[in-house]
């Protein structure tokens, strides 16, 4: 549909319309699916609307039908059911307004539901979403918990009831919002977000009292999954639908089979934590008791043994060697040192007796030249040459005659 146009040369409304319509007269037939989310049967009207919504997108585009082709498939279906319908882009220039006129309505069965949520289960296991390794644990003691649940509901009472009966002083942020139908998805994931975003959250809770299988669809939605895998806060998913569970179950890091079960896992219970308190403090109390009886024990038998009843008893028994040992010892250093002193008195005779001086004592007398050379000839002694005469008393000086023999010269 190429036109050629200018501020100057426009096209008027009514035939962009046209072209519009043209274009799309020239598509042809589609199968839709989505959800009915407003149906109008007007009597004597042989003609049907309805709005046929993406669950998944806020998108939405009117359908219409003639009688006979809704009637056929008007026991089965009503608002809010899944249908595929087989139908041709129309164009409807006043408005410029684009609907679908369905040839054919079929219903989406419950088998083909599963069908489909077990292929798209399969994808996203295969990217790792459902990894036991990207669970998070669940914190002991939240101090505010996230709440995704209907308003007023039984699954919203359940939870806030449970969990203050169990920790009173717990809190809630609440996210009241549509848990099945059309708006269901893109409500729920907002909420989600937006409590993931709080810092204070500790875990979000997606609650829910249960259903049908097309009521737990949006719980199945990839995008609600894929919103819940990127969370960095746990997530708990209750449902409450045991037999077929939605895909939410999967990511979610901790599934609890009821909102009064996930009460139960995310607070504990503070008269069994009480419980758990007394226990371990008698535990504590026992194992401290027995530890100290236990010493007490080896003490009495360490104080029963002899050395420890008479301490003295070792060095009295020992005290009669040590005094024989020590008498011992002053024998023997006694018989030493007399030995010692006996000859230090022999040795000390015999140098008295041998020394010089006791040889001049007993008369003697020694010669010596002036070099003090000592005189044992006579014949090394000249005639009168002057000697040195020693004594015991002292010395004096002689002088030798012509004959050999010295004369005294004085003292």
Known sequence: MAVNTSAENPLPVGEVSRLIGGWIDRLGAVWVEGQITQLSRRPGAGVVFLTLRDPSHDISVGVTCYRQVFDSVADVVSEGARVVVLAKPEWYAPRGQLSLRAAEIRPVGVGELLA????????????????????????????????????????????????????????????????????????????????????????????????????????????????????????????????????????????????????????????????????????????????????????????????????????????????????????TLGHLLDRAESELTHTHARVVALSPAATLRRGYAVLQKADGHVVRAPDEVAAGEALRARVAAGEFTVRADGEGSAGNQGS
């Open 116 to 331: 489909r949520l077990e292929q798209l289960k399969k994808a996203l296991a295969a990217e790792g979403l459902f990894a036991p390794e990207r669970k998070k644990p669940l914190p002991f003691l939240p101090q505010l918990i996230g709440l995704v649940c209907g308003r007023a509901s039984a699954a919203e009472r359940d939870v806030l009831e449970n969990a203050r009966h169990r920790w009173p002083a717990v809190r809630f942020e609440v996210r009241n919002v549509a848990v099945q139908g059309v708006h269901a998805v893109p409500q729920v994931v907002q909420a989600v977000k937006e409590l993931d975003a709080l810092d204070e959250v500790d875990v979000i809770i997606v609650a829910r009292g249960g259903g049908s299988v097309e009521d737990l669809l949006p719980f199945s939605d990839e995008q609600l999954v894929r919103a819940v895998a990127g969370c960095r806060t746990p997530v708990v998913s209750a449902i409450g639908h045991e037999p077929d569970n939605p895909l939410l179950d999967h990511v979610a890091d901790l599934r609890a089979s009821t909102p009064t079960d996930a009460a139960k896992k995310v607070v504990p219970d503070v008269g069994e934590e009480l419980e758990r308190v007394r226990q371990l403090r008698d535990r504590a109390r026992r194992c401290a008791q027995a530890f100290v009886e236990r010493e007490e024990r080896g003490l009495a038998h360490a104080l029963a043994r002899p050395c420890m009843e008479d301490p003295h008893r070792m060095v009295d028994e020992r005290a009669d060697q040590v005094t024989a040992l020590v008498d011992r010892a002053r024998r």
